[in-house]
């Protein structure tokens, strides 16, 4: 008994050393299980993956389970900076390390990255996410009947593009997409499976959305960071300050209820992003919406923008009570949250985003911006069909 004591003091003593004090695989603070087998300290989510595992991790808690001398030994002589050295000495600068609160695919095809397939243990000149060209069948929502089909995804390096194809591939691709301005996020929840990825681009002045899975987890995983990569080499070039947001994770998505610029029209429910790095907040008829129905932009309290929460009155058609005001220069915009605590987290949301200084190539979005409400304003006052706009920079 006092052994066994001895033994869990020593295993809570090496997971607050500084290298073993988060999850060896996450990141996540304060892991309260191990893999005894690989001797790394891991957090509860991680190791369901490990258990899966079973040939290559075996996993016990250092709290609740028997450790013997042999295996805390063990412990003792690895830890996660040993195994960070080993398992991930050659992983690219573009493949995407989960956090804590990521998704379990990327969860656990980082695992098993690691550990099953050792990807990162030799000096590979090339992987399947970085041969410069990737392609293969994902399933795609239709973007007005709702409709997963099969459709063939090109993404080259060659031109800087990704390309998808309906069933007759002798008619071109029906779409070519800029790595530009395109962005990869897992959204498993909205789309409904669990290998779901958003992916986003700009075209013709509109923030367009394609909702895409794969059934074999891998395969979704090699498909992100396929993107991740080609988008790499495009901004290590174009515009290398940006290689931090090779892909990005939005600062804030939901639904919240907006009126229009009298504030006496009714209050529409409407699906709200929030993009921290174009300073964008887009909002769509639903959460699965190909295209944007409008976009507002969001600058820094140097330039008169600002965010608080209010109670707004005499207003028309809102089902919810808690509001949140963004003042800009041009216009007052009144949004309306279910809950008090959707509504605390859109403020500080959009706190963080005015807090920042503006950035020079934030000013061209915020024309674009302007020039797109226009737009709209003339395409539902006026009826004009299409508008064409061109921006002149001197």
């Known amino acids: 008994m006092a052994n066994r004591e001895k033994n869990k003091k020593t295993l809570l003593e090496l997971a607050k050393l500084p290298e073993n004090s988060c999850c060896a695989d996450c990141g996540a603070a304060d892991p309260d299980w191990a893999s005894y087998t690989l001797g790394i300290f891991v957090c509860l989510n991680c190791s369901g993956t490990h258990r ?9 808690s ?3 389970d ?4 042999e295996l805390v030994q063990f412990m003792k002589s690895n830890g996660n900076r040993a195994a960070k050295n080993f398992y991930e000495k050659y992983v690219p600068v573009f493949y995407y390390q989960p956090q804590p609160d990521d998704c379990e695919v990327l969860r656990e095809q980082w695992i098993r990255a690691k550990y099953e397939r050792k990807e990162f243990t030799e000096e590979k000149t090339e992987r399947p996410y970085t041969a410069g060209v990737y392609e293969g069948m994902l399933w795609k929502k239709g973007k007005d009947n709702g409709q997963f089909l099969e459709r063939k995804f090109v993404l080259s390096v060659h031109d800087f593009t990704l390309k998808y194809y309906k069933e007759d591939e002798s008619k071109g691709p029906k779409a070519t997409i800029s790595v ?3 962005n990869a996020t897992f959204q498993p929840e909205k789309i409904g499976h669990a290998h779901g990825l958003q992916i986003t681009y700009s075209v013709d002045d509109h923030t367009r959305n394609l909702f895409v899975y794969h059934k074999n987890g891998w395969e979704i995983v090699n498909w992100f960071n396929a993107i991740r990569a080609i988008r790499h080499v495009y901004l290590k070039t174009a515009f290398p300050t940006l290689i931090p947001w090779i892909t990005r994770s939005y600062l804030k998505e939901g639904y919240m209820e907006k009126t229009g610029p009298l504030q006496r029209e009714p209050f529409k429910k409407r699906w709200f992003i929030l993009d921290s790095l174009d300073r964008k907040l887009l909002y769509f008829k639903t959460q ?4 944007e129905l409008g ?3 969001i600058g820094s309290e140097n330039h008169g923008y600002s965010v608080r929460e209010c109670v707004p009155k005499g207003t028309r058609g809102n089902k919810w009570k808690c509001g949140v005001i963004v003042e800009t220069p041009d216009r007052q915009f009144v949004f309306m949250c279910e809950q008090e605590r959707d509504q605390r987290e859109w403020v500080e949301a959009l706190k963080t985003v005015i807090s920042k200084p503006m950035m020079p190539q934030d000013y061209t979005s915020k024309i674009i911006t302007l020039l797109i409400r226009c737009a709209n304003v003339a395409k539902h006052k006026w009826g004009v069909k299409k508008i064409t706009l061109c921006v002149l920079f001197s």
């Open 52 to 60: 899966n595992l079973s040939t290559i991790s075996r996993i016990k």
């Open 66 to 69: 028997f450790w013997d001398d």
């Open 288 to 291: 699965l919406d190909a295209i």
């Open 62 to 64: 250092i709290r609740l």
């Open 295 to 297: 976009v507002v932009f």
């Open 180 to 182: 530009k301005g395109l």
